[in-house]
């Protein structure tokens, strides 16, 4: 990781599809789920929770968060927001696709509603994405093109509800500067190299991987 501008949001990497943004000593982290680590929510001084589903919100996480920085809050929407709102009145925040805010010092926009088909007899839920300084673009478990340019785009990799070549075709639709992997937790070892160099090859757009605790400036 360079060092060159103290200004420039930094990416971490934390298990699964959870990140932290940081800049300016302020931690924007997304998706604190039950495959990351237990204190990957800790130290944010504000949270984004995409959809219910357990491996992206950990309300374990989450509760140990708020409960270590008493300014923290979770901007989230309402399947979320309704299973901690009443213990932490004033600082978990219902949003959906359209809306924007504003959250330790990070601009935010959401974009997307549904979480994509995992197959026809499921019903789909409610997934929101979020886009973060008008740069970063973390889309939960959807394929989302938000309505304007992306730098960085968070990437579901490896996913029940995706193959390789929807995960290539949505970096081409979003025609961003540079893809980082998320959503990886179930992607083996063995694989890692096919998806780099297919996503690689035929994305169209700088392919990064890191690993958990690794960090990037964007």
Known sequence: MSSDNPHRLVLTKKSHACV?????????????????EADAAVGADAILVTHEHPDHFSEKHLRTALEANAAAEIWTL????????????GRVHTVGHGDTFRAAGFDVQVHGELHAVIHPDIPRITNVGFLVDGSVFHPGDALTVPDRPVETLLLPVMAPWSKISEVIDYVREVGPRRAYDIHDALLTDLARPIYDGQIGALGGAEHNRLAPGESARL
């Open 20 to 36: 932290r943004l940081q800049r300016d000593g302020r931690t924007l982290v997304v998706d604190p789920g039950g495959f990351s």
């Open 78 to 89: 309402r399947s979320v927001a309704e299973k901690l709102s009443a213990a932490f009145p």
